[in-house]
């Protein structure tokens, strides 16, 4: 049994994350949840993984390439699992301790700096605490945080079994 390549991998991942952000779009466009800033971040992190695995599925790397490619999946992967992690500890906040819902991600980009932007989305709002979603339990940041962790396992391996998979190819 022939196994999968690195280009094929790189392709599965990113139709992965790609089916990620259109189930995301879905939620908003069809089911009407509208995304709270820290969604908002993880859907960044969530396009960031799909164009490192797109542009390393197009460019077809050797070694060294592959590793580098899986290096910056795992940034963005942790980028991820730090937002979705934040977002899901502010979901099992007690009530008295959420903070008051603040102003839209919209307007903070155009009044305040991006430095100061990521402060006060990392702080929180009443917004990002609430919980719309849930799937087996898990709230939509929970679930979320479970593909971070995912893409970053799958990329630590691509890391270490790029070797392999190239001389499997070049044999």
């Known amino acids: ?7 094929s991998c790189n392709c599965l991942a990113f139709f992965a994350a790609v089916g990620a952000m ?5 939620l908003q466009y069809v089911d009407g949840l509208e995304p709270c ?3 908002v ?21 050797k070694v060294t390439g592959q ?3 899986a290096s910056l999946a795992v940034l963005a992967a942790c ?11 502010l979901q099992h906040l007690p009530p008295e301790e959420v ?15 991006m430095a100061e932007v990521f402060q006060i989305v990392f702080n929180g709002s009443g917004e990002c605490a609430s919980i719309s979603w849930q799937f087996l339990g898990l709230t939509l940041p929970e679930a979320t945080l479970l593909a971070f962790v995912g893409f970053t396992f799958f990329a630590i391996f691509q890391f ?6 190239f001389l499997k190819e070049c044999a």
């Open 79 to 89: 980028a991820g699992i730090a937002v979705a992690a934040r977002h899901s500890w």
């Open 41 to 61: 971040f993880q859907r960044i992190a969530m396009i960031s993984i799909a164009v490192v695995f797109l542009a390393a599925f197009l460019h077809n790397p």
């Open 160 to 165: 270490f079994y790029t070797k392999i998979c």
């Open 37 to 39: 800033p820290l969604c």
């Open 67 to 69: 590793r580098i490619y």
């Open 22 to 26: 259109l189930f995301a779009l879905y």
């Open 99 to 113: 903070p008051a819902c603040g102003p839209g991600l919209n307007y903070l980009l155009e009044a305040f700096p």
């Open 1 to 7: 049994m022939k196994s999968l390549s690195c280009r």
